[in-house]
């Protein structure tokens, strides 16, 4: 799980960066606040990274999916990309999940093998 959803994150991380270059553009937004909240969500989608196998992880990242939709507000595609990193960000837990649950099962049958 941990290296499907680390892929998703470090995703978001080069999408909110682009995003917020195209914030910019805006001039009802100073370049500090964007930069801010831009920074902050790149630097929680790094550190998700390490922590989406520990507890709350996971809710963490949702939390991270439904900030990058609302961004949609602000730079419109992010509605569109944020419901795509949403639906990635399902499968990688999802299928991420399946195959701990295969690889543990296999580790198991190759213990008793021994």
Not at 33 to 62: D, E, F, I, K, Y
């Amino acid at each position: 799980m941990r290296t499907l959803c680390s892929s998703t994150l470090i995703g978001e991380f080069f999408i909110i960066g682009f995003a917020g270059l195209v914030a910019m553009k805006d001039d009802s937004l100073s370049s500090s606040a964007v930069w801010t909240v831009c920074g902050v969500a790149m630097a929680l989608s790094v550190l998700l990274c390490g922590m989406v196998t520990r507890p709350g992880g996971v809710q963490l990242g949702w939390a991270l999916q439904i900030a990058l939709i609302i961004s949609g507000f602000v730079v419109p595609l992010m509605f569109f990309l944020g419901a795509c990193f949403a639906a990635l960000w399902w499968a990688s837990v999802h299928f991420g999940r399946k195959v701990d649950e295969a690889k543990a099962r296999w580790a198991a049958q190759e213990a008793q093998a021994r």
